[in-house]
């Protein structure tokens, strides 16, 4: 639930409201908020940031990256502080906000924007900006956990002797609106549209007629499909100016609501965006091209787009061509299209489908535990978006709910790919292969035999060399009893991977079971060079040998993973 309009009133301060960002893309929130506040953003100012190399690569500091922005805990501290202290650190954050209006490159920037509001956290301005520079460079999570810092601030201000009250009671109601202003964009970017809608309410209680509070929300409106207000937003700016391009903006949201995709095209077509909000107005207009496949309009609008990004013409905001989540008709290659990113993994601009499909590949293909760790949470936030922006879009569902699944979050991951099945039959597209398999993995987890194995078959038709799907279909089939069905199945899975242990394993344990002690040992030995950290394939491999010493049967196990 989002703000009231009662918690910006002064004096009046209300609770706190918790961004969803701050869980990190919806849970996958691990990655943020591991370093102390203060001394990681500082860091991150005094390297630097972001350097080219080459004049084609900005390459931030690990620092930058891992520093998380404070909390209204770091706020309260803050103000328990000496005074001494206090006017020390003012004069410091005052001293690195114009270095950070300085400064050239963006990493930089980031970094002493955000050391400025750590240095002086009760200061919203000082938020304010870090929160911008944060969001220019694709950053949601940070972005909006220091716009949450910001609105945190703005209500110390009502506090009875609060250092920054003397700014006067105008100030607190700008600054109010400022923050609720940008706390409605935000969500609004990230298709949250009831969040955006509280918080463009909270800016019209404190300015009732402001023209950027009626903007947002005609806009959040459009999305709702709320057709009265729509059209009286729409009918008020124009009154206040008959060249609004936000009222055409709100009118075509409103008809891509209701699934007037023509309509809403019209809308846009010869529209030019006002300059501070270009960025956006161009990226929802060539999103809407994009759903209707009108490809050169895409490509163009994405540019304009991106050339309005604060990062335009630095060696930080980079241009890729990469394949869409969607297949093309009939199943042939998915359309590629551009995407800008910001340090080479945040989404700026450009279809947000192909940002999500490079996102998983980084997932998929990460060479350690911290970079699985952050492509799994870029992947869930911008599938996530795709979600609230198209329900039940199958491919959405199979990024995210495979990101779960393979990040232990097993209930979730199995709900988003049964939806992924369950919408590809009911678009009346082919079954996908990785789902089925990772469906039945799940489900064998569960111990759902009966579920599992229509699942895992269905899977290794449709990819007879999808090695895993083959392992596990061995262990479901020698759970029912058929046993040379698992054999095969198993056999199956180590002629395409024969570098996998499981698979090794779990034949051994079928021959071990059976009495052939040769086959074991051999299965059994193949898995423990794979696997050496595993100490149960010793202790097995030494009870066959004293079984074959003695001439007595082996020892039995069931197949496991």
Known sequence: MGPGPRQWHAGRPGRRFRSPLLRAAEGLDRYARRRGVVSALLLAAAAGGCAATAGHECLPDPALLDAAPADSLVIDRFLRGEAVGMAAARSEAVGLRRRAGLARAPGERIGLAAAAAAAAPDDPDLWLESAAAWRAAGDDLRGGAALDAAAAAVRRLNDVGAPL?????????????????????????????????????????????????????GLVQGRLGQTTRVFAIADDLRRRDIFSPYARWMLAAHDESLGRLRGALGQFLDLTPHPARALECYRDMAALAEKLGEWAQVERWYVHSAAASPLAGTPCLSRVMLPRLEPGPDGSPP???????????????????????????????????????????????????????????????????????????AGQGLSDLRRAADALASAGLPPDARIESELGRLLLAREDIAGALPRLRLAVDLDPAAAAAWADLGMALATTGDAAGALEALGRAIDIAPERPTAWYNRGLLHLRAQRLDEAEHDLGRAAALAPDNQDIPRLLQQIRVARSRGTPGPGREPGP
Do not use: M
Not at 199 to 213: F, K
Not at 357 to 386: C, K, P, Q, Y
């Open 165 to 217: 009250g003397a700014r006067g009671a105008a100030y607190r109601r700008g600054v109010a609106l400022a923050t609720a202003l940008a706390q409605a964009w935000l969500h609004y970017d990230r298709a949250e549209w009831a969040e955006a809608d509280d918080w463009a309410r909270a800016a019209l209680a404190l300015e009732p007629a402001s023209p950027a509070a009626l903007q947002v929300r």
């Open 335 to 409: 359309h590629q299209l551009p995407v800008w990113l910001a340090f080479g993994r945040h989404y700026v601009t450009g279809s947000l489908s192909a940002y999500a499909r490079h996102a998983f590949a980084g997932f998929d293909t990460a060479a350690s535990a911290d970079e699985r760790e952050l492509w799994a949470g870029l992947t869930v936030n911008a599938a996530g978006i795709l979600l609230r922006r198209e329900p039940e879009s199958p491919w959405a569902l199979r990024v995210r709910g495979l990101v779960f699944a393979a990040s232990g979050d």
